[in-house]
């Protein structure tokens, strides 16, 4: 870096939120049934050795729940809260695959900012149901004309959908 002052673009997202009589713990146990879990150490794994794509796409489908997602990163923000009188559980997942990442990928690089996509579930402050929270990944991913990278990116918006209609 040569000491530029950076570009600085602002953009609007757009925020999905799905509230359900569900408990917190039923919720995120559903979310474990059709996420499958692995870490990004792990996947980048199955292309060492030189993995054909498609040897790669059969590896990664393996580490994948139903869902066609699996885990990369859990952080309990419940385990600390109490520390500061803030007694509700919640928990933020980064989670994805790297299969559909490359869908956007291969069309802006930038998509990677946003592929893995992140999702925090938290108890409701009455302690009755829960609440999923995240940012829709088309609303993040395609800041410029991109048709193909907006139909991708889209598809990513379905997959999210669906996983949430099953947790929810």
Known sequence: MSGKSPTIRSFNAQRVQYQTDRSFDDVLSSLRKHVGHTTISEVNQQSAGGATREE???RVEALAGDSGFMLFLEVNHG???PTFGINRKAIRWIFGNPVIAYTMIRHD????????VELLLYENESGAGSTILYDLPSSLIVLNENPPLLEAAKALDQKLADLMAQVT
Request: proline share 7%; glycine share 8%.
């Open 56 to 58: 790669f796409e059969k």
């Open 109 to 116: 690089i930038t998509a990677g900012l946003f592929a893995p």
């Open 79 to 81: 385990d600390w809260l």
